[in-house]
């Protein structure tokens, strides 16, 4: 979640006036999250219709969090520059286009082109959404408020995401999870057309050129990871070469550009590294674990696709129960131990999921390894948010939040993308694998992380 900035132009809108626009920006960022999630109890029903594999499940995944993550730094610039409403709607009338397009791709690969271009509309309304927010509500107990509302939708979507999609996967096929955004969609530019708010335009720099490279290192960086997981070595070689010289090439660019995409000054305390690595390792886990589930429980354990959305509740209600009571404790011991618990709690979830795995165990064990991965990522992300934003310098807790949030989908992309290669061995080595990628950064976090301290 990326904190506003107090804004420098008091806001234009009224008390009555600043509720519906609320709404709309939070069932936008409510839509966003539900596509996150939605698409994965119709993975076999998707490989079915379109004749894919595990490698194009995982394309169809993973073509969103790359768009999604590798331009979200240079969004925020963007939404200052052309203004955060004006950035907002258009990309919820993208989201909501792509969407619909996505509901009748006759292919594979039209698919994850349309999924990608939902990553670039999602990109565009997150920024541009707290940005409007800052806006909307200048005065801080009031914004603090607005952004509770806000990030509470995560929950929501995270919870009713395996469910809806369950739901209208039993119904109509995996088509109809794209088709439920354009009414979401159509509602949230009715709450966000009035006068409610109006952002002013600023003169902040976007290096395209550097974005595009960081954007083409993801997308290799991923397309090696799947090509390694499928057997196909010769491609994995050449993907991992091009990555590598694309590297080097957005190194060389971000040196020269006078609109970095990176803030280097942020990564050069290593308390905002660990906190980083921990927000990556929370969301490898997450995403990760619901993309290689549900293939189990529909293709080996025979499940419906509404009984598999059923199956997930023990890791999705913590997310709309857990967060206000990580808050409290927050505010009163400092995000240090919260963060320390949650990645000790989804290393062990990891662990039971796979041990459930290896033991031919039934759904009542499976079922706890999910609840103990629910509280480890309720646990963690809110109180990383006030971790690293404590540890930024002054000033940077926009740019920080912005790249906490795009370092969580880096680590979304490649849980689906690691975790989908290990599949070939095994399912319970997957889940063994999101275990000991939480072990690692509870590790380097418990060394480096953020004093405990109360914030």
Same mark, same amino acid.
């Given at each position: 979640?990326?904190?506003?900035?107090?804004?420098?132009?008091?806001?234009?809108?009224?008390?009555?006036?600043?509720?519906?626009?609320?709404?709309?920006?939070?069932?936008?960022?409510?839509?966003?999250?539900? *596509?996150?999630?939605?698409?994965?109890?119709?993975?076999?029903?998707?490989?079915?219709?379109?004749?894919?594999?595990?490698?194009?499940?995982?394309?169809?995944?993973?073509?969103?969090?790359?768009? !999604?993550? &590798?331009?979200?730094?240079?969004?925020?610039?963007?939404?200052?520059?052309?203004?955060?409403?004006?950035?907002?709607?258009?990309?919820?009338?993208? !989201?909501?286009?792509?969407?619909?397009?996505?509901?009748?791709?006759?292919?594979?690969?039209?698919?994850?082109?349309?999924?990608?271009?939902?990553?670039?509309?999602?990109?565009?309304?997150?920024?541009?959404?707290?940005?409007?927010?800052?806006?909307?509500?200048?005065?801080?107990?009031?914004?603090?408020?607005?952004?509770?509302?806000?990030?509470?939708?995560?929950?929501?979507?995270?919870?009713?995401?395996?469910?809806?999609?369950?739901?209208?996967?039993?119904?109509?096929?995996?088509?109809?999870?794209?088709?439920?955004?354009?009414?979401?969609?159509?509602?949230?530019?009715?709450?966000?057309?009035?006068? &409610?708010?109006?952002?002013?335009?600023?003169?902040?720099?976007?290096?395209?050129?550097?974005?595009?490279?960081?954007?083409?290192?993801?997308?290799?960086?991923?397309?090696?990871?799947? $090509?390694?997981?499928?057997?196909?070595?010769?491609?994995?070689?050449?993907? @991992?070469?091009?990555?590598?010289? +694309?590297?080097?090439?957005?190194?060389?660019?971000?040196?020269?550009?006078?609109?970095?995409?990176?803030?280097?000054?942020?990564?050069? *305390?290593?308390?905002?590294?660990?906190?980083?690595?921990?927000?990556?390792?929370?969301?490898?886990?997450?995403?990760?674990?619901? !993309?290689?589930?549900?293939?189990?429980?529909?293709?080996?354990?025979?499940?419906?696709?509404?009984?598999?959305?059923?199956?997930?509740?023990?890791?999705? /209600?913590?997310?709309?129960?857990?967060?206000?009571?990580?808050?409290?404790?927050?505010?009163? /011991?400092?995000?240090?131990?919260?963060?320390?618990?949650?990645?000790?709690?989804? @290393?062990?979830?990891?662990?039971?999921?796979? +041990?459930?795995?290896?033991?031919?165990?039934?759904?009542?064990?499976?079922?706890?390894?999910?609840?103990?991965? %629910?509280?480890?990522?309720?646990?963690?992300?809110? $109180?990383?948010?006030?971790?690293?934003?404590?540890? $930024?310098?002054?000033?940077?807790?926009?740019?920080? %939040?912005?790249?906490?949030?795009?370092?969580?989908?880096? %680590?979304?992309?490649? %849980?689906?993308?690691?975790?989908?290669?290990?599949?070939?061995?095994?399912?319970?080595?997957?889940?063994?694998?999101? +275990?000991?990628?939480?072990?690692?950064?509870?590790?380097?976090?418990?060394?480096?992380?953020?004093?405990? &301290?109360?914030?």
């Amino acid at each position: 979640m990326t904190l506003p900035q107090s804004p420098t132009v008091p806001a234009t809108s009224t008390p009555r006036g600043r509720a519906p626009a609320l709404a709309g920006i939070s069932l936008g960022y409510f839509m966003v999250l539900l *596509d996150m999630t939605v698409l994965s109890v119709a993975e076999p029903d998707l490989a079915s219709s379109l004749r894919t594999s595990i490698g194009g499940l995982q394309w169809a995944t993973t073509s969103y969090t790359v768009a !999604f993550a &590798a331009l979200l730094l240079s969004a925020g610039a963007l939404a200052d520059r052309r203004g955060a409403e004006r950035v907002f709607r258009a990309g919820i009338a993208a !989201f909501g286009l792509a969407s619909l397009l996505s509901a009748f791709a006759p292919s594979l690969w039209i698919l994850i082109v349309l999924r990608a271009l939902l990553g670039v509309a999602a990109a565009a309304c997150v920024p541009a959404s707290m940005a409007m927010i800052g806006r909307l509500y200048p005065e801080p107990a009031a914004r603090a408020r607005a952004i509770a509302t806000w990030a509470a939708v995560s929950g929501a979507a995270v919870a009713a995401g395996p469910i809806a999609g369950g739901a209208l996967v039993g119904w109509a096929g995996w088509r109809s999870v794209f088709l439920i955004n354009v009414p979401i969609g159509l509602i949230v530019l009715l709450l966000t057309m009035g006068p &409610a708010v109006r952002c002013p335009r600023g003169e902040r720099r976007i290096d395209w050129l550097a974005q595009l490279a960081a954007a083409l290192v993801l997308a290799l960086l991923t397309d090696g990871v799947i $090509a390694a997981g499928s057997g196909a070595w010769s491609h994995a070689l050449w993907s @991992s070469t091009a990555c590598a010289v +694309a590297t080097a090439g957005f190194l060389t660019l971000e040196r020269r550009s006078p609109a970095p995409v990176l803030n280097r000054n942020l990564l050069r *305390d290593g308390r905002v590294r660990a906190g980083l690595l921990a927000g990556a390792a929370v969301t490898f886990a997450l995403t990760g674990a619901l !993309f290689v589930l549900p293939l189990l429980l529909q293709q080996q354990w025979h499940l419906s696709a509404l009984a598999t959305g059923l199956a997930f509740l023990p890791l999705t /209600v913590p997310f709309a129960v857990n967060p206000p009571v990580t808050g409290r404790i927050v505010a009163r /011991v400092g995000p240090r131990l919260p963060i320390l618990a949650g990645l000790t709690l989804l @290393s062990t979830g990891g662990a039971v999921l796979a +041990a459930t795995i290896f033991t031919s165990g039934g759904y009542p064990v499976l079922a706890l390894g999910l609840l103990i991965s %629910g509280f480890g990522v309720s646990c963690a992300l809110p $109180a990383l948010v006030t971790a690293i934003v404590n540890a $930024a310098p002054a000033g940077t807790a926009g740019s920080v %939040g912005g790249l906490l949030n795009a370092v969580r989908q880096v %680590g979304a992309t490649l %849980g689906v993308a690691v975790m989908g290669a290990v599949l070939s061995a095994g399912t319970g080595w997957a889940l063994l694998t999101s +275990a000991a990628v939480c072990a690692v950064a509870l590790a380097v976090f418990a060394f480096t992380g953020e004093p405990n &301290a109360a914030s």
